[in-house]
């Protein structure tokens, strides 16, 4: 079956300092990747996303590329501030087999990052 | 704006007594997802519905039930919540098509006395 491994955390990291959370998957075929934020007390929002191999999704200085020969999704920022700590999924979306193209999310346990001033 | 929506934000019950989270969209996706999420884990889908068409996971307990009057509206009905029901409740939708990008509302927090 479908399943997403994150790296595990807590990451904890100074103003300005470089991000990396890793994320792999297991899917057959070409699922579509997402990453979403979840800050804390409130649902969840998409970050970025990408939909076919070798697509970089970015978003607010966020970037994650495809990577479908090592089957990863790595989140990256170069630069994150206080306003970045959160916990972040990264979660992959296959269709239907019954025809339908929605799919239901698989997610990864989660990173919770804490960014200090 | 277009949004997914869920009231109350903040739900204490007592053990045992019936308790119904609701969901409204303005997206019209006609499908709608109920999730429940504890301490910053990953949410765990509870089931959706494709259109009026309901779809349990296998795992699911039948104290969780699920009404979709129509396509802007979704309730979860927890019928007996115990201490372990505690939990934040997430609402999503998703197109049909499309990349199955789903959109989450901002939650529901039960509290169970």
């Known amino acids: 079956g479908n399943s997403v491994t994150q790296m595990e955390g807590p990451v904890t990291l100074s103003e300005e300092a470089f991000l990396t959370i890793n994320c792999t998957y297991t899917?057959?075929?070409?699922?579509?990747l997402f990453w979403y934020v979840q800050y804390p007390g409130e649902g969840l929002q998409l970050l970025l996303k990408a939909t076919k191999a070798d697509d970089k999704g970015s978003n607010k200085g966020f970037e994650a590329t495809y990577r479908k020969e090592t089957t990863s999704f790595h989140l990256e920022k170069g630069s994150v501030q206080v306003s970045d700590s959160a916990v972040y999924f990264c979660?992959?979306?296959?269709?239907?087999?019954?025809?339908?193209?929605?799919?239901?999310?698989?997610f990864g346990q989660g990173t919770i990052l804490t960014v200090h001033p | 704006d277009a949004m997914v929506i869920q009231n109350p934000r903040y739900q204490v019950t007592q053990f045992g007594k019936p308790v119904t989270l609701s969901c409204s969209q303005t997206?019209?996706?006609?499908?709608m997802y109920w999730y429940q999420q504890k301490s910053s884990q990953a949410p765990k889908l509870l089931f959706h519905?494709?259109?009026?068409?309901?779809?349990n996971e296998a795992d699911t307990p039948d104290n969780f039930q699920s009404r979709r009057p129509n396509t802007s509206f979704c309730f979860l009905d927890i019928r007996s919540p115990g201490l372990g029901d505690a939990a934040m409740y997430l609402c999503?939708?998703?197109?049909?098509?499309?990349?199955?990008?789903?959109?989450f509302g901002p939650g529901t927090r039960l509290t169970v006395l």
């Open positions: 999503a939708t998703s197109r049909e098509s499309g990349n199955n990008e789903q959109f």
């Open positions: 979660a992959l979306s296959r269709g239907n087999a019954g025809g339908t193209s929605y799919g239901k999310l698989t």
């Open positions: 899917a057959t075929g070409y699922p579509s």
């Open positions: 519905y494709y259109d009026k068409d309901f779809n």
């Open positions: 997206l019209n996706h006609n499908v």
